[in-house]
């Protein structure tokens, strides 16, 4: 049975930072692309970075060069260190497998964390 379970989620000032991780269980991680999803109040879930499979991160404008998704295979473990944090960034986020990246539809999820940013 695989499972993500997430953490590090919380509450933090304008400007703080947090580290959120991702640890997988029930399936070989080195195989898997990643994804950091968030969804904020009313509005759609998005795609906020992801890692390939081979360590490439892509992310979103709006998180570039504040959030950085890392992975450690051997550790079953994938992170996203976010900085500068803005309220605007406040969200439930959650960690995400796919094999293939052959669609928006990812393989499994975790339950979420939540991030609360005050301003």
């Known amino acids: 049975q695989v499972q993500l379970v997430e953490s590090g989620g919380g509450l933090v000032q304008a400007g703080g930072s947090l580290r959120l991780s991702c640890e997988a269980s029930?399936?070989?991680?080195?195989?898997?692309?990643m994804g950091w999803h968030r969804q904020a109040p009313g509005k759609e879930r998005e795609l906020v970075a992801r890692?390939?499979?081979?360590?490439?991160?892509r992310y979103i404008d709006s998180v570039k060069g504040r959030f950085t998704i890392s992975r450690d295979n051997a550790k079953n473990t994938v992170w996203l260190q976010m900085d500068s944090l803005k309220p605007e960034d406040t969200a439930v986020y959650y960690c995400?497998?796919?094999?293939?990246?052959?669609?928006?539809?990812?393989?499994?999820w975790g339950q979420g964390t939540q991030v609360t940013v005050s301003s």
């Open positions: 890692i390939s499979s081979g360590g490439n991160p």
């Open positions: 029930g399936l070989t991680l080195g195989l898997y692309h």
């Open positions: 995400a497998a796919d094999r293939y990246l052959t669609t928006s539809a990812w393989d499994y």
